[in-house]
Nanobody, 114 residues
Framework: QVQLVESGGGLVQAGGSLRLTCAAS????????MAWYRQTPGNQRELVAR???????NYADSVKGRFTISRDNAKNTVYLQMNSLKPEDTAVYYC????????WGQGTQVTVSS
């Protein structure tokens, strides 16, 4: 059974930082592309950051220079370090894994107050 469990969300003031963690089980983590998406009410889920098996990354333009995605294959975990947070970063953040199949976590709420 595949499980992606996010943690680390919460309420933070603008300019602050949070680190999201996604712990994966039931997948061959090292061969999965991992990503973070976010979604606000009434909007489509959007890609925030992606990290490939090679370690290469890509980011949404809106978070470049502020967010960093990383992975620890030994721990089956992917992280999203979020710095200089803005109110517009407020959303539910979802962990995503993709290989032969695609899986989603349950989401974690991030709220940035102005």
């Amino acid at each position: 059974q595949v499980q992606l469990v996010e943690s680390g969300g919460g309420l933070v003031q603008a300019g602050g930082s949070l680190r999201l963690t996604c712990a994966a089980s039931g997948i061959a983590f090292a061969i999965n592309t991992m990503a973070w998406y976010r979604q606000t009410p009434g909007n489509q889920r959007e890609l925030v950051a992606r990290i490939y098996t090679t370690g290469a990354t890509n980011y949404a333009d809106s978070v470049k220079g502020r967010f960093t995605i990383s992975r620890d294959n030994a721990k089956n975990t992917v992280y999203l370090q979020m710095n200089s947070l803005k109110p517009e970063d407020t959303a539910v953040y979802y962990c995503n894994s993709r290989s032969s199949g695609q899986y989603w976590g349950q989401g974690t709420q991030v709220t940035v107050s102005s």
